[in-house]
């Protein structure tokens, strides 16, 4: 059993902020360990309350010790739930549910659903940052639209995008749905016809200006020559050998930086000059206890890209080196080598992602083209974004546009490059290389107001005249 510790042990300064029992320490994702802690009354909280690290997440969740359970006793099982991992929550019989309660019932909902752990974890900190950090004791029953109306106009207030406030509203809306939804009991935390959500407006706007509310403004993609400037800077000052290999890959084969990531040897096509897009990387999944790994794109399905002439010697020679062939090594001994990697070690833990939908950790048999030499591993969205930032300051790329972006440039550039018949490849064609639905590609890549217009004067300037 824990130790116990008494508040008269501690200091007289921020007494009250001490814990009254701490728990055994446990291993963090990060390497840090951490510890349940158990704390009394304050002047501010009238009830006793735990404090643990959620296994899923990897987050910090506080909890009120039911009335009538004994603080101690309360504790002593969560610990013992802790080293079993079966962490659930519960309301007392008799207790009235607070925020609080709904907000971990709503997140096992997700969890239950089997949501991914990235959009929990979303889930979480807008509700600790917007509703929970004022409001965690409100109960469920006196929650009203008034309620719901100052948290959206908190965040607003806050200066955050229009799509964070939607984001905010939608959590909202979801927890409205949960205080309906029938428990395990069979009872309701909130009535159907109570609506706390009533005439609150958080949504977006469909359009503006006659576009669609995400389309990107030329003014906001990165041009061939803005691409071009980066990678010479990458090849000049680069922290990694590959880097600008891999910025050629992401500004003109489009894939999300967490798919170029995930790329390996034997997902190189030199036959077809391709990129097979199966696998991304994952950062961390805390669910799984696993650090990094490989995972389903984001769709969930598998596609192939084609990838430009200039990339195909840096690519076979990146290729040749990860499966340790010769620099003079053809065509057709990379992808002998390809093939036979492939069905002795990766065809069966690829066939297990797909089956179970799952992540997996990295297999050293994956060979990933661009690993930071100094982990083993691809770096992190934020070391590549660093790097990104710093080569963006000495090229022409200008400074307003992300890396993200750069699927922009992709999607235009297929459409002013690949010319079959004297006409650029389809829409339908670009939205598969991308790994979007084609009403996606076209709102927030291809078409706004303006292309539709000039598409419409086309087939009328077609039409013959009865």
């Not at 409001?135 to 029953?141: F, I, N, P």
């Not at 690993?371 to 710093?390: H, L, S």
């Not at 018949?421 to 939205?431: D, I, K, L, S």
Request: glycine share 6%; hydrophobic share 35%.
């Amino acid at each position: 059993m824990a130790a116990r510790k008494t508040p008269n042990n501690t200091p007289k300064r921020n007494a009250e902020n001490r814990p009254a029992r701490i728990g055994k320490v446990r291993d963090g994702q990060t390497g840090r360990g951490w510890q349940a802690k158990l704390y009394g009354p304050t002047s501010s909280y009238v009830a006793y309350r735990v404090s643990f690290k959620e296994a899923s997440t990897g987050l910090w969740v506080n909890r009120r010790v039911p009335k009538g359970v004994d603080p101690d006793d309360h504790f002593d099982e969560l610990e013992s739930d802790l080293d079993k991992k079966v962490v659930q929550h519960s309301v007392a019989s008799g207790e009235r549910p607070t925020m609080r309660d709904l907000a971990d019932r709503h997140v096992d909902y997700l969890r239950s659903k089997k949501r991914d752990a990235a959009y929990i974890r979303n889930v979480m900190n807008l509700l600790k940052v917007w509703v929970l950090s004022t409001d965690a004791d409100l109960y469920v029953q006196n929650w009203s639209s008034e309620h719901s109306v100052e948290w959206i106009g908190r965040i607003r207030a806050a200066g955050l995008s229009a799509a964070r406030v939607e984001n905010l509203g939608t959590v909202l809306s979801g927890m409205r749905k949960t205080a309906h939804r029938k428990g395990k009991g069979g009872t309701r935390w909130l009535n159907p016809s109570d609506n706390p959500m009533e005439d609150v407006e958080y949504s977006r706007r469909s359009t503006e200006r006659g576009t669609h509310r995400d389309y990107v403004q030329p003014s906001d993609r990165p041009s061939t020559d803005h691409l071009r400037s980066l990678i010479a800077e990458a090849e000049l000052d680069g922290r990694w050998s590959w880097l600008p290999i891999q910025m050629g890959v992401g500004g003109c084969c489009g894939p999300r930086l967490a798919e170029q990531m995930g790329l390996r040897d034997v997902d190189v096509d030199f036959v077809k000059h391709e990129l097979r897009i199966w696998t991304t990387i994952r950062w961390p999944v805390p669910s799984e206890d696993i650090l990094v790994g490989l995972d389903l794109t984001k769709t969930k399905e598998r596609r192939s890209v084609p990838y430009p002439k200039f990339l195909h010697k840096p690519l076979l020679a990146l290729c040749r080196a990860s499966l340790g062939l010769d620099a003079a090594a053809t065509v057709a001994e990379v992808t002998e080598a390809q093939e036979t990697l492939y069905a002795k070690h990766l065809e069966e833990l690829d066939r297990h992602v797909m089956k179970t939908q799952r992540a997996r950790p990295i297999s050293p048999h994956d060979h990933l083209l661009f690993i930071d030499d100094t982990t083993g591993v691809p770096p992190t969205k934020e070391a590549y974004g660093m790097e990104f930032r710093k080569l963006r300051a000495r090229s022409t790329w200008p400074p307003n546009i992300p890396w993200r972006n750069a699927r922009h440039h992709a999607a235009m550039w297929w459409r002013a490059t690949m010319i079959t018949n004297g006409a650029p490849v389809e829409y339908t064609q670009v939205a598969a290389w991308l790994g979007n639905s084609l009403t996606t590609c076209q709102n927030h890549y291809c078409r706004n107001g303006e292309d539709s217009a000039i598409e419409a004067r086309r087939f009328l300037d077609k039409c013959t005249t009865l």
